[in-house]
């Protein structure tokens, strides 16, 4: 807390210069920053004071002049807080912080796998609107009969990425599926990838423009119908690595190239934080990690439970999960990745 009080202090009077706003951009990052650690000193001096509420209340108690049922109300709120200040310490990277761009891709399986990755666009826009973030339609690939077979959204606000980043892998579904006369039982996969963009000056990503292939076409799926009478979405893809960024949000050809090169960006600073882990890993080699992209969750619909394979979190009303009640599953996955041996007994 002192660090971010001295960085609250250093960035404030970095804002006094007459020159601040002379690059807009930058002075919006060091207001977004200064609003963010004054947040953080904000609840830890909330925190500090129920914890000092307790303790009078307590010394009152013994006393005699505050019952037990007073503590213990205290106690049970106070303990709720400083729950939620250790989960929120587990956002401690730099991306963290960063708004998110979330893909899904719908697995083998056909129109039953492209209504699963639907489903899943659904779920997660509905979790980000409840958490108050801001979500911005970014591409979309329709299904042949039902659903999409890919899409991308960016989701803004403060630690969107730090939220969703643990979503990254497989998703399995099992349902009597809807498109089967038999009534069959059926299990889909779709992926899910999520990335910090990045728009901060503070962090530069250097591409070379020989490096890069560009494509442009016309737009399809949800929201397409005012652009997709021009070739105004593209596509470009970085030779090095073959990552792709697409786009059609805008009816610009020009601003949807802006908008895809800032996602690639964003997925080559990525790839970056996964080479680095991946180091970290080999170094802390009794640190048993997911490998990418493989399954980390199930969602059996007639059976009516939904369970993330690390952490171990398991409910048993996946209704509410598609409708967007994922804080249960995102906190437990990220209290497990700082200490991966201490999975969820389950209830």
């Not at 002049?65 to 106690?75: F, K, M, R, T």
Request: glycine residues 6%; aromatic residues 8%.
């Amino acid at each position: 807390m002192d660090n971010r009080a001295r960085e609250v202090e250093d960035l404030t009077s970095q804002t006094l210069d007459p020159t601040f706003w002379n690059d807009p951009k930058r002075a919006e990052a060091i207001q977004r920053k200064i609003g963010l650690n004054k947040k953080w000193l904000d609840e830890y001096a909330s925190l500090a004071r129920e914890v000092d509420d307790l303790e009078g209340l307590y010394e009152f108690q013994k006393e005699g002049l505050a019952d037990e049922a007073e503590v213990e109300a205290q106690y049970a709120k106070t303990a709720q807080i400083l729950a939620d200040a250790e989960f929120r310490s587990t956002l401690n990277q730099k991306e963290d912080s960063m708004n998110a761009v979330l893909n899904i891709n719908a697995g083998a399986g056909g129109t039953e796998a492209c209504d699963w990755s639907a489903m899943l666009l659904r779920m997660y826009k509905m979790w980000a609107e409840k958490a108050g973030f801001k979500v911005i339609e970014l591409f979309e690939q329709d299904g042949d009969e039902a659903g999409i077979k890919s899409a991308s959204i960016e989701i803004r606000g403060d630690y969107a990425y730090g939220w969703l980043k643990g979503e990254n892998g497989v998703h399995r579904l099992v349902r009597i599926s809807p498109f089967n006369a038999q009534g069959k039982r059926q299990t889909s996969f779709s992926s899910v990838f999520v990335y910090p963009l990045i728009e901060d000056d503070e962090i530069e990503v250097k591409i070379s423009p020989d490096d890069l292939k560009w494509d442009v076409f016309r737009a399809s799926g949800a929201g397409g119908q005012h652009v997709n009478r021009t070739e105004s979405a593209v596509r470009v893809t970085h030779i090095p690595t073959g990552i792709v960024a697409e786009c059609q949000q805008d009816r610009s050809q020009h601003r949807n190239r802006e908008i895809a090169m800032t996602l690639l960006k964003s997925r080559l600073y990525e790839l970056e934080l996964r080479k680095r882990q991946a180091e970290k890993d080999k170094i802390e080699a009794g640190k048993s990690k997911i490998e990418w992209g493989s399954q980390i969750r199930s969602y059996v619909l007639d059976d009516r439970w939904v369970k993330d394979l690390r952490s171990g979190h398991k409910v048993h009303n996946p209704d509410a999960v598609l409708d967007g009640d994922l804080d249960g599953f995102l906190k437990a996955y990220l209290m497990w990745e700082r200490n991966p041996t201490a999975v969820e007994v389950e209830d």
